[in-house]
């Protein structure tokens, strides 16, 4: 898995003053939970773009003034209207200690339904799993080579090696819709 490095600033300072004075200074509070104790810090807003706003999932190196954490963010909370990011918490991770995190769905395959004049539609991005840190994927593979005209692929399709999906295996990740044109040159077929 692919690992970012994010350096921050410990914070004496907590309460909502203190965090609206820090975000009107470009930075995002932070908390990292799950280890020894919990840690308040601050980072610069520009370092979360790689983090957040890619599809890939990350593992994060936190350098907090010095002191050295590996984490994965746990969550990530948005301002409603301006999607400005207001606070993100990060969870330590720890050998032998699974951890939840949302993975990326990758197709792999070409869809016949796709080749016949169907258009492939996703309807779940990112499925949650379950691992050790060590074993946690880059993506979570999709095979959509045998996927017709109108049919569905379910998350209990996806091959899970060293780790657990934990997303219901009955949801639909994948759909090839019959576009109107098509549909009425089935129609006129039969």
Avoid at 36 to 44: K, W
């Amino acid at each position: 898995m692919k690992s970012l490095e994010i350096v921050g600033f410990k914070r004496a300072n907590l309460g909502k003053t203190d965090a609206k004075a820090l975000r009107l200074d470009a930075q995002v509070p932070c908390v990292l939970y799950g280890g020894a104790g919990t840690v308040h810090f601050s980072v610069p807003a520009i370092l979360f773009r790689e983090l957040l706003y890619t599809p890939e999932a990350h593992i994060v190196d936190l350098n907090i003034e010095g002191d050295q954490r590996r984490a994965i963010v746990q969550e990530a909370q948005f301002h409603p209207v301006n999607e400005m990011l207001l606070h993100v918490d990060f969870l330590e991770l720890a050998e032998g200690k699974e951890v939840k995190m949302d993975i990326p769905v990758k197709y792999i395959g070409v869809s016949p339904g796709v080749l016949a004049g169907g258009k492939l539609a996703s309807k779940l991005r990112k499925v949650k799993v379950k691992a050790l840190p060590e074993n946690l994927p880059d993506f979570v593979e999709l095979d959509i080579s045998t996927l017709e005209l109108g049919k569905s692929i379910k998350v209990g399709a996806a091959k899970a090696d060293k780790f657990i999906i934990l997303t219901n295996p009955q949801a639909p990740v994948a759909t090839v819709t019959v576009p109107r044109a098509l549909k009425s040159e089935l129609v006129a077929a039969k």
